[in-house]
């Protein structure tokens, strides 16, 4: 679903957004209390579709983005560039990981079997962080980073912090501009995303000593969101 061109239509799709958000009243916002990271993945059995019916079916994908923008439970979202099983992200607050799910699986590309959601969370990150996108709209390029549990990992040190306090080492570097640890007992410890290219993230990433000692290992892939939202990243370069 995320292509580069489709990248295209996702960034005119977002210039919408800021005007909506500011158009939304305080009483029209779930209750909500908790940041959940949604890993948007393409499914081994997804469906092909015609030319038009993708296309249509994208449209369908951006109108519901817009939609969940709007009424404040989407707080960023955005298309992984390299070919993988990952397609994209959406942060979403809700009031539980099972909320998250029934708001992630409305998605259209979800239901026809294109998409599926993985949740995880409750995400631990600062709020202050995401901005509302930028008003004129374009987007950036970064680097998100997925810390997981290494050949190395065990109960016992996770019980004494270890893992947090190596990550929250690199959550101060001047390179990353959104990082939070996961409070879920799940595979999926930590996301950073850099404002750096790939190759510069993952060089930054080798330096944790918990993923020297294979305690931790991770995964960096290139990745896109509304200008504004984050810290400044990377131009977007367009093929």
Known sequence: MWSISRVQIFLLSLLAVAPVLAQTSPSEKPVVSHYFLVL???????????????EQLQNEHMANIRKMYSEGKLVMAGPFTDDTTLRGIFVLKASSGKQAQDWADVDPAIKAGRLMAEIHGPWVIES?????????????????????????????????????ASIDKLFTRKEVVLAGAFQDDDDLRAILIYSVSVDQATKL???????????????????????????????????
């Open 40 to 54: 948007l993945k393409r499914p081994a059995n997804a469906p092909q579709l015609s030319k038009e019916a993708g």
């Open 128 to 164: 202050d962080m995401i901005k509302p996108a930028a008003s004129e709209g374009g987007m950036e390029q970064y680097t998100l980073v997925m810390f997981r549990r290494g050949e190395k990992w065990s109960k016992d040190s996770e019980k004494d912090n270890q893992p947090r």
């Open 205 to 239: 990433a080798q330096e944790a000593p918990l993923v020297k000692t294979h305690f931790l290992a991770f995964e960096a892939h290139p990745w896109i969101t509304a200008k504004g939202e984050l810290a400044p990243g990377q131009a977007l370069q367009m093929n």
